[in-house]
């Protein structure tokens, strides 16, 4: 790792802890320069950026950059290595990434980055909202890059990434449902708020409990402490000890966050995003739904 | 697209985007976005009777009069309110409230649906987010006909 892990107390608690940097770490690695340290701004909306951003942080764009133009799916080793190299990213690059919702777009960023085994990838604790509460600078200014060199690397699917046939064969073993009650229940088939995203059936996959993403954040968009996360997950999720836990939500960008959560600051070894997610499960054929407010029981067929 | 039934304002503002490259459009967005006027007087604190556009993720509110404020009759004028945080949203909405008021009912009855599709945005914002501007020139258009008849 190229930039220091900051020390922050309340890190320390977590099983990665070099995972988040707080809002003061990152004023302090301004200020110094410290070098191959690049600040990522990743939000919902396109434009948010463009309206004042981190001194020096580039943009990417979930949407434009890291999703497939064509194919339902992220892009693949050369357009990663050329968005990077392009975003003065180099493979060993201390990547923090912030962004809007308490880091909801940003933590699905992480998480693409993560697919292609980007080493030293951090969230700013708190995010875009935090920063700009405790007044630090934006500027409208545009960042000048000075692009690098990232080697073309595959894309590993299988790590943390679930498609239906992984949640399928998963049935029974902890599953997390991250959207809001009423998609959960089938009442509706999108987020409170959220245009319509095309799925044909309202519910949830069998035996998936429902612990909404944003339960992990405090007020203030920083994540809770791990003894918080440990009463909601371990606890109240019924995750216990186990070994394999797989997340969902609509199109996968909210479960990204769950699965920051689960994968790096409770620390379970084996944490898949499921991101065909609802948009894909609830229009497929012969997939198995309950719907209703209780996790339903795995279906014998 | 027909151009015949497409007003002037709306066919200048699709050439000026379309005559930028990616980037340049996304900062005639940002323009337009901060162009966006704030609500009359008469309708600040009152956004929620105001109509939510439901296709736009940001919370976006709009409305439209016909023939009112001293326009003539069938002058309609379009008015909406977005937070700061929503500057895309922002700009979908001035880009339509500056398009389209000034315009006669059936002027704006008659702007193509896919308008939106057509002003070199898609590549931009995505094809997802331009979706929330063609609700919004539906919900616009279904305003201005529940007002005429």
Redesign the interface.
Same mark, same amino acid.
């Given at each position: 790792m190229t930039a220091p892990v900051d020390p922050s107390e309340k890190f320390t608690a977590y099983a990665h802890p070099e995972r988040l940097v707080s809002t003061e770490w990152l004023q302090e690695q301004l200020d110094a320069r410290t070098p191959d340290l690049v600040v990522v701004e990743s939000d919902e909306d396109v434009l948010l950026y463009e309206t004042g951003h981190i001194p020096g942080a580039v943009k990417i764009d979930w949407h434009t950059d890291l999703n497939d133009p064509v194919q339902r799916d992220y892009i693949d080793g050369e357009a990663f290595a050329e968005l990077l190299g392009s975003k003065g990213i180099g493979r060993e690059t201390t990547v923090v990434v912030y962004g809007d919702k308490n880091n909801w777009w940003a933590a699905y960023a992480l998480w693409v980055f993560s697919l292609f085994g980007h080493e030293d990838v951090r969230l700013l604790d708190g995010g875009r909202a935090k920063w700009i509460a405790e007044d630090r600078a934006l500027t409208t200014d545009e960042t000048a890059v000075t692009p690098a060199e990232y080697p073309v690397v595959e894309r590993i699917d299988t790590e943390i990434r679930a498609y239906k046939d992984d949640v399928l064969a998963h049935l029974g073993k902890p599953l997390i449902d991250v959207r809001s009650p009423g998609e959960y229940d089938g009442s509706r088939t999108t987020a409170p708020d959220y245009p319509e995203e095309g799925a044909l059936r309202g519910g949830h996959v069998p035996t998936a409990v429902n612990i909404p993403w944003a339960t992990a954040a405090a007020p203030d968009g920083t994540f809770k402490p791990r003894a918080e996360l440990d009463a909601i997950y371990r606890e109240g999720a019924g995750i216990g000890d186990a070994d394999e836990v797989i997340a969902y939500c609509r199109i996968g960008e909210r479960s990204s966050h769950t699965w920051f959560v689960l994968q790096h600051l409770l620390g379970y070894d084996s944490v898949r995003n499921y991101d065909g997610s609802w948009t894909e499960w609830g229009s497929a054929v012969r997939v198995p739904i309950v719907q209703g407010a209780e996790p339903g029981t795995v279906p014998n067929r | 697209m027909n151009d015949a039934t497409l007003p002037a304002t709306l066919a200048e503002i699709r050439d000026d985007f379309l005559a930028l490259g990616q980037k340049d459009r =996304?900062?005639l =967005? =940002?323009e337009f976005?901060n162009e966006l006027p704030a609500l009359p007087e008469r309708l600040q604190g009152h956004e929620d009777e105001l109509e939510r556009v %439901? %296709?736009?993720?940001?919370?976006v509110f709009i409305t439209v009069t016909v023939g009112e404020d001293g326009d003539a009759p069938d002058v309609v004028r379009m008015h909406a309110t977005a937070p +700061?945080?929503?500057?895309?949203?922002r700009?979908f909405a001035s880009i339509l409230a500056q398009g389209l008021s000034g315009l006669t009912a059936a002027q704006v009855l008659a702007v193509p649906a896919d308008y939106p599709l057509t002003i070199g945005l898609s %590549?931009?914002?995505?094809p =997802? +987010?331009i +979706?929330?501007m063609v609700?919004m020139l539906g919900r616009v258009q279904r305003q201005v006909q529940a007002a005429v008849s």
């Open positions: - | =996304l900062q =967005l =940002l976005s %439901e %296709e736009c993720q940001s919370p +700061r945080e929503a500057p895309t949203t700009g %590549e931009a914002v995505s =997802l +987010r +979706r929330g609700g």
